[in-house]
Every structure is written in structure tokens, then in C-alpha cells.
């Protein structure tokens, strides 16, 4: 079934051939002498110490990033060499979806996801991977980078993508070592290259100035953050410009957008580029914290269990049934996923009677049938005794949640007891839906639909008054607006709140 791309493959010349090897030989090479380094140093289980030169400035500047960085830097550390190991495979991931073959993609990917669950255990924990940890992964992934080399596609495409990682890994010497944690998991993201470039030259700016991060730790200490009299607003997320497009569409509708406060939750490796971002471009007076989830020490091994089992959703997506743990004197908030345009004033939505419901949400079973059955096994008599299969289903992505009223129903721990249900997956299969569906079952008030109108990430035919007359739109689906498969007429909706001549954004897209 899966052929071997053959009709892609275009007259090889030897010139070419020759400086792809080379180029991939070096990898190999730095790979392996890495991996022997890094093995015969394995009886004392410290990490090895950082140059003094191109390092110490940075760990003076930087002891709030986690210590994995540390970590990662090391030159023989294994994270370092996963880290390597991902920017390689997330090319190969780019050119076999380019030349369709999904499967090799699909198993990149997935190595790739493996990979990347160790570097944040292994962050989370606060203690080097071991070789047994890594051996089989680097292993597993080394042979998937031989086979997807062996394919070798398109001979021009795989220049020019090794020319990129090339280049951000001399841009790496420079400034040492944020890049290469930033390079490496950043990988992760399907987001245009030109991002990547915006989000290296973001995390620069964080460690070279320190006012960044004096302006960053004033905020932390802020009064606002706990004050119930403003409008709090969350998002989780690791999309930098999608974060930033719901920040500014937001505080561009409302009439005091000094009155506003958003938390933003990231993982480690956005946390500069997303602070420096924040920090250096104007958002009407609002204020704007950013977390790193990592950081979380509450956050323990429990959770990431839970989530071990969801390969596909990242941890930051289930963050979101933690809310009132994050935010312990918080007593309202409105919940915001990354891919949503806000086009209307949102701070009625504080107002709003939920008589004593905790998530008021949009439901989605007026137009497209779906009801909990769609989402849920019913066949499962633990689903079947407690759940009516008539019952409306509703959505994430604009909800407002009311924390006083979360905790009382003790809404987290409805949500722990699904997930512990749900091993191996018999109960639902995907995603934060489906467990969200039971810990808020009879807690959601429904509201009017113009609060949140859904789709644009995948039906080309929505209705432009809905649109239009939309407090908030969500392009949910897999088009999303940042990237070459969205769909064009809704682009322009998402585009008009990032400012493109940003030098960052500009010198990126423009080189
Ligand atoms: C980093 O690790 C060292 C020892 O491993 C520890 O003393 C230090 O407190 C850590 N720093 C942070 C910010 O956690
Ligand atoms: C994780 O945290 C929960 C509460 O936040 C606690 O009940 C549990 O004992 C913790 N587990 C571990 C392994 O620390
Ligand atoms: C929530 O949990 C507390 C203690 O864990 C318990 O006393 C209370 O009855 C629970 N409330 C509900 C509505 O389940
Ligand atoms: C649904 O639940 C039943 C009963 O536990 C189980 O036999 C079946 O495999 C489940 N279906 C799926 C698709 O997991
Ligand atoms: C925010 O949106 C406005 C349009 O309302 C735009 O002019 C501005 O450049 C945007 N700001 C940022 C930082 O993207
Ligand atoms: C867009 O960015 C440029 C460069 O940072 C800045 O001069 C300009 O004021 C910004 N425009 C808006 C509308 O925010």
C-alpha cells in the first residue's frame, strides 16, 4: 500500500548527493561521538559543567528559566542529543508530509512525541535522562532518520531544509544556549518556519535584556493578578502568535482594556520568547502574565500519568481542568483556546447569571446532532448507568467558568476519576471534549450561540452574518489561519490583529 515514493524522485546529481551526505554525515557523526562521550561518562551521573565563556552570563540572567536548561546544554547530555535528534526528524517529518508519505511521517512523529515526553518528564523531575531512558529512544529514532534518508525525496528540498537547521545551529554558537532548547523543542509546533525564526530572535531578546525581566517580575508581584474586581481571562498554550492574536483581539474590543488580565500558561521553551513578546509590544494597558507549566510544583507525577496515555493532546490542553488550582483566589474567569479571534466587547460575559452552574459554554447540538453519544462508548455501563445519551453536548474554546462554584462541585476531581475510568481508552478516545463533557455534566448553562461560533477551521460555509455578528470566532479543525491550509476567506479575520512589521516578524518572513 505504502509505495516508496518513486515518481517524486527527480534526476540525482553527484555534486548534490555528495553535499547532503556530508552534511548528514556530520550529524551522524556529532551524534555518535556525543553518545560515546556522554556513555563513557556515565559512572558519575553529573552533568558535565558548562564552558565558562559562552555560559556563565546566561546562567547568571537566567536562574528563573527552569534548570533544564542547564540540562539540555550540556554537550553530552542525552537531552542535548534527543534535542538534536528532533530538529532532524522534524525535518524528514516536513518533507515526507510534503511527499505524502504519511506513514513515515506518522512514525517521525510519533518518536518524535516520545522524545519529547522524556526532555519534559525528565524537566519535570529536575534530574538528567538516564541511558536507560534514552538508549532505545535515540536508537529507534536514529534508524526512522536512516529510513527517511534512504527516501530521500526530493534532492532540493532536503538542501534547503538541512540549509535552515544548518543555519539556526550556527545562530546557536552565538548565543549559546537558549537557542538550542528553543531549536529543539520548538520543533514541535507545526508552525511556518518563519515563526521559528520570530520565536529564536524573541528569546534572544529575553536574555540580552535584563529590563525584560525586571518588567516580568513586577508583574508577578502584581495586586491585579489576584484582584476579583477586573476581568481575568486564560489561555494555555505553546503558539506564540495565537496567544497573541487572542490577547490582542481581545483587549482591541473592549472599552477599558486596562481592566483586563490574562494568564497565560506555556511550557518552558515559550516562556522567553512569549514574556519578550508581551513585554516589548503594546496591549492597551492590560496585564499579562506568563507561567511555565513545568513550574507548577503541584503539578506531579499524577497528572503526567494521566496524560501519558492522551498521545495525541498535549499536556497544556488538559491544564484547563485545573483552573482553579492555578488561580486559587481567582473566583471568575473566561477561558480562551489559542485559536479563537475575539470580535466583540467580553466582559458582559462576568455578568452573566449561570444559576449556579460552573462553565457557561455554547452548545452544539442544535445544528450538528452532537449529543454526549457522539462522543462517548454507551455501550460502557459505567457511561451508559450515570449519562443520557440525548444529553447536549457544548464546547471548549470561550467559556466562562465560575471557580467559586468549580470547587464546591469539585469539578477536578470528577474530571481525575474519568480519566483513571478511561485507561486504555475504552471509554472515549481523543482529546479534552469527552472527559470535559463528564466532569461538567449537569454543571454547564448553555449560552446564546453568538458567544462562540465554531467551524472556521474546516466548513468553508459558514454563514458571514453569523460571523459577523460572532463575540468570538474559533477556528477549530485542522485549517487553522496560520498556517497555508486555512482557508483563505477567514484569514484576513486573524491577520488583522498581528502586526506584521514587527522587526522580528518582518526580517523573518522577508529572508
Ligand atoms: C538548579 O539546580 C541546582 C543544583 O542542581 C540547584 O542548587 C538550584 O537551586 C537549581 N536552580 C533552580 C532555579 O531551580
Ligand atoms: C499529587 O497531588 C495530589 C493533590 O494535588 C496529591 O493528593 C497526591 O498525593 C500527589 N501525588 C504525588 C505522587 O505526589
Ligand atoms: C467535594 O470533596 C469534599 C472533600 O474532598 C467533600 O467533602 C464534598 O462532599 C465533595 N463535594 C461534592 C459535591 O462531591
Ligand atoms: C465500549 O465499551 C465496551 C464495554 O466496556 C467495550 O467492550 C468496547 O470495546 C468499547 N468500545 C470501544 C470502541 O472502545
Ligand atoms: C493588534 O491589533 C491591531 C489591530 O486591531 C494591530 O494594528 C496591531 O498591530 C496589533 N498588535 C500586535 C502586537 O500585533
Ligand atoms: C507595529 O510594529 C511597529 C514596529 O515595532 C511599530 O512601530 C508600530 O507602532 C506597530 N503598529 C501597531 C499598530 O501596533
Redo the contacts with the bound molecule.
Sequence with gaps: MKRRAADNRRPVRRSLWRSIWSVLGLFCLAGLVLFVVHHNHNGDRTVQPLSEDTTASFREEDHQVFNFTDEISSDTSFARQLAEQMTLAKAYIIIAKEHNNLHLAWELSSKFRTSQLLLSRAAMRGEPITLEEAGPVIKSMSSLIFKAQDLHYDIATTITTMRTHIQALEERANAAVVQSVVFGQLAAGSLPKSVHCSIIKLASDWLQYPTLRNLADEIRNSPRLVDNNLYHFCLFSDNLLGTSVVVNSTVSNVDHPKQLVFHIVTNGVNYGPMQAWFL???FKGATIEVQIMEEFSWLNASFFDISHHMKTSSLLNHLRFYIPKIYPQLEKVVFLDDDVVVQKELTPLFSLELHGNVNGAVETCLEAFHRYYKYLNFSNPIISSKFDPQACGWAFGMNIFDLIAWRKANVTSRYQYWQKQNKGGTLWKLGTLPPGLLAFYGLTEPLDRRWHVQGLGFDPNIDSRLIESAAVIHFNGNMKPWLKLGIEKYKPLWERYI?????HL?DCTSS
Excluded: A, I, L
Design positions: 516589548s509590544n503594546d502586526n506584521m512589521s514587527h522587526p518582518r
